[in-house]
């Protein structure tokens, strides 16, 4: 089993800049590929990055260049720090890991006001 936290979230103005935590705990050494997705209202939850456990990343369109995924191995944590935020970046975010199986956090909230 392994159990992801995420911290970070909160409220931003347009072009503000936030940074995402997701902390793993349990059975974490079997832990390959994260990622984080977003989720927002009426709309279907979305990949938007994943780093592997060497540090290849893959970003979404939207996000690329604007989102930095990252990850300390030492410390199993994963990062999103997220620059230039829109109003349509608002959502649940949530971070996954992948081991036995996919494993997801409880997720935070994101809100871009004007």
């Known amino acids: 089993q392994v159990q992801l936290v995420e911290s970070g979230g909160g409220l931003v103005q347009a072009g503000g800049s936030l940074r995402l935590s997701c902390a793993a705990s349990?059975?974490?050494?079997?832990?390959?590929?994260m990622g984080w997705y977003r989720q927002a209202p009426g709309k279907q939850r979305e990949l938007l990055a994943t780093?592997?456990?060497?540090?290849?990343?893959n970003y979404e369109e939207s996000v690329k260049g604007r989102f930095t995924i990252s990850r300390n191995n030492r410390e199993n944590t994963m990062y999103l720090e997220m620059n230039s935020l829109k109003l349509e970046d608002t959502a649940v975010y949530y971070c996954?890991?992948?081991?036995?199986?996919?494993?997801w956090g409880q997720g935070t909230q994101v809100t871009v006001t004007p």
């Open positions: 996954n890991a992948k081991a036995a199986y996919f494993y």
């Open positions: 780093i592997t456990p060497g540090g290849s990343t």
């Open positions: 349990g059975n974490r050494f079997r832990i390959s590929t």
